[in-house]
């Protein structure tokens, strides 16, 4: 009977430390990547809004910002907590991206803080008029080592997007 391959050939993938050396680097790899996106998600960043629309309440824009406060923690560290919810009229609320922004009134600068999407039914029977709010809520809640911020004020805004646009919606609401 004819062979159809070596039984004694040295396969690369047979080789111990070939498999111990591809398992070490893809577990690298894989760790690099997470932290990427850890990073990603979890900081604070500077971003420009000066090509994104504001939409206001007159263009159907309705918000909330149930709690917001940013205070020093024992270690020295800032502490942000901010609350609410935000639609747009007779938009569904799914699928949306929101994000909490902080514009420093002085310097105009706006920093884009990680933000958590919450589920608010209560928007949705508040409001009534047949759209689903229910994935209206926000949440940010984070500690960052910056002690400097606590001496500026900070305008908060949102990042509203739906159906592939933008839109910024001003809260007028300054801590």
Known sequence: MKKYYNED???IFHKKSFVVNFIVVSVVILFLMCLFMYEHVVSIRQID???IKTLSKEEGALFSIDNAEIKETIKG???FNINGWCIVKNKQSYPIELH???RNTKTNKVYQLPTTMVVRSDVTSSIGDGCD??????SVDI???DSDML???Y???ILYGNDKDKYIIRTNYVF
């Open 9 to 11: 050939a040295d396969f």
């Open 49 to 51: 809004i000066n090509e």
């Open 77 to 79: 560290e800032v502490k």
């Open 100 to 102: 909490v922004l902080l």
């Open 133 to 138: 709010y229910d994935n209206s809520g926000f």
């Open 143 to 145: 500690t960052k080592n």
């Open 151 to 153: 001496k500026n004020n």
């Open 155 to 157: 305008e908060i805004l």
